[in-house]
C-alpha cells in the first residue's frame, strides 16, 4: 500500500499536467486526491496505509499492555511506585533527550521490571509528521543510541509522537516495531481521573493496548485510577512479547 501511495503521489502532477487544458478542475482534483492518500495514513494514527503499526496483542486472558509515553520526568518515582503498588507492569515510552537529562530514572525503570522504549529524541510533536527523511532519521537514531548506552540494550519498540508518521518512518525504523494504541483517554486534556476511565472504558478488551502520558502534576494520580479500576474489573498489565503484537483493532 505504500508504494502504491507514493507512486501516486509522484505521477499526479504528470496525470494533472495531461488532464489541465481539457479539465482543469479535474487536475486540481487529481492532486487533492494524490495528497489525501498521503495525508490520511500521516495525521490519523493507527491507519496501516504506510506500513504496519501495532495496535493490539493476542491473548486469552483478560490482560492489557500500559504504555506511558513522555517521560522520564520528575514525577516518574511516583510512577513506579504506583506501578509497584498495583504489581502492574508497563513500557514507558520516552524522550532521548529526557533520558539523557536523567539517566538514573531510566534505569530505574528497567530495575524495577519496566519496559523502555523509543519516543523519538526531541519530541517535535508539531512537525514531525512533515520532517524530512534526514530528520525522521535522526529522531529514532539519536534516541536508540542514548537508550542503548543508558540500559545496555536496544528498544524493540518506537512511538512517533502523537502517533502520526509519515512515509519517511517505516524505511528509518530499522528493526524496531511501530506501536500505537487500541484506547487512549486525551489525558493531558483533563486532571480527572474519572474524566480518563470514561474515556478508555470503551475501548478496554484483552489484548487492548493503552496509552497515558507523565509530565503533569496529575499524572501519578491518574494512572493510579486508571490501574486500581481496571484491576478491579479482571485486568493484568503485562508486557506481551513480541509474537503476540498484532495489527488489527
Not at 522504549?117 to 542514548?146: G, K, Q, Y
Not at 476511565?197 to 507523565?214: E, F, N, T, W, Y
Request: overall charge neutral.
Amino acid at each position: 500500500m505504500r508504494g502504491a501511495i507514493l507512486f501516486a503521489l509522484v505521477a499526479a502532477p504528470v496525470l494533472a499536467a495531461v488532464v489541465w487544458p481539457s479539465s482543469p478542475l479535474g487536475a486540481i482534483g487529481i492532486m487533492a486526491l494524490s495528497h489525501a492518500l498521503v495525508l490520511y495514513p500521516t495525521l490519523r494514527p493507527n491507519v496501516q496505509w504506510l506500513g504496519p503499526v501495532i495496535t493490539r496483542f493476542e491473548t486469552s486472558a483478560s490482560e492489557l499492555w500500559l504504555t506511558i509515553d513522555d517521560g522520564p520526568t520528575e514525577d516518574t518515582p511516583a510512577l513506579l511506585d504506583v506501578l509497584d503498588r498495583h504489581q502492574a507492569r508497563a513500557t514507558f515510552f520516552v524522550k532521548g533527550e529526557e533520558a539523557l537529562a536523567r539517566p538514573d530514572l531510566v534505569r530505574e525503570m528497567v530495575r524495577r521490571g519496566h519496559e523502555v522504549a523509543n519516543h523519538s529524541h526531541s519530541h517535535p510533536s508539531a512537525s514531525f509528521w512533515c520532517l524530512p527523511p534526514a530528520a525522521i532519521r535522526r529522531e529514532i537514531d539519536e534516541c536508540n543510541r542514548v537508550l542503548t548506552e543508558i540500559t545496555g540494550h536496544a528498544p524493540l519498540y518506537f512511538r512517533a509522537p502523537v502517533g502520526m508518521k509519515n512515509p519517511f518512518v517505516h524505511p528509518a525504523l530499522g528493526d524496531l516495531v511501530l506501536v500505537g494504541w487500541t484506547a487512549r483517554a486525551f489525558d493531558t486534556t483533563t486532571d480527572d481521573p474519572h474524566v480518563v476511565l470514561r474515556r478508555l472504558l470503551p475501548d478496554i478488551a484483552p489484548g487492548a493496548i493503552v496509552v497515558l502520558h507523565q509530565g503533569r502534576s496529575s499524572s501519578a494520580r491518574i494512572v493510579d485510577g486508571v490501574i486500581g479500576e481496571l484491576r478491579k474489573r479482571g485486568y493484568a498489565l503485562v508486557l506481551p512479547d513480541a509474537g503476540r503484537l498484532k495489527t488489527n483493532r
